[in-house]
């Protein structure tokens, strides 16, 4: 296989032993396979690192934080090309396949596929429109300049992909960034490149909105992503956001 083609996934973990079971099938299912799988743990109270363990995932530790925890597994990779998966996101099986076609185009060094969030009984249509329409109204509001030059905001329900080269030339995740550390990411990623938004969807656990309610929960979107998008203190952030598991 030609090196240039090879890929690895990024998967932070903190607290996920009852998504890993899933994750991994997900993961089993890919065809073509991931080149190379790490696990992140950032420190889990629960059984997590021994449940990854039992399902063959390798796992790195890592300090607390996801930013961290990215930064540390991108780092611990060889691929060219990296994913960071959340371990309550899952992919279509030809999900790989989709990534080196689009990173076949030089002009793309940033990309993450169409999320819909979804439960057990139901799909969160609001939201998931919600968090497919900010992928163009937050930089168009708050990088106007980025936006024109093909910049867009991704964020971790996107299984976002990039070049591993690219990543390490903009210093990766910001580490003091407990949320929105994504979309930072793409804001410095777009002076290297354009931004992608593939039309391949991704399924990503509703248990957010689940817990908060639709309406509160995309309030708190708004109020988080606009506070960034201001500048208004972006590492305190993370209070505004309640932690779900």
Known sequence: MDTLTKIAIVVPMLDEAPQLPRLARCLAALDPQPDEIIVVDGGSGDDSTAVAT???LPVLQSPRGRSRQCNAGVAATTAPVVMILHADTWLPPDALAVVRQVMADPRINL????????????????????????????????RPHLFLRGGRLLFGDHAM???????????GFDPELAVMEEAELCVRMA????????????????RRVAAWGEWRANWIYLKVGFRWGLGIRPKALGALYPDVR
């Open 161 to 171: 992909f990039f070049r591993r080269a690219d990543f390490d030339a903009v210093g």
């Open 54 to 56: 039992a399902l063959g």
């Open 191 to 206: 002076r290297l490149g354009r931004t992608r938004l593939v039309g391949r969807f991704v399924f990503t656990s509703d």
């Open 111 to 142: 990309a993450g596929f169409t999320a819909i969030l979804a439960g057990t009984d139901k799909v969160r249509w609001v939201t998931s429109f919600h968090n497919w329409i900010k992928t163009w109204y937050a930089p168009l509001l708050f």
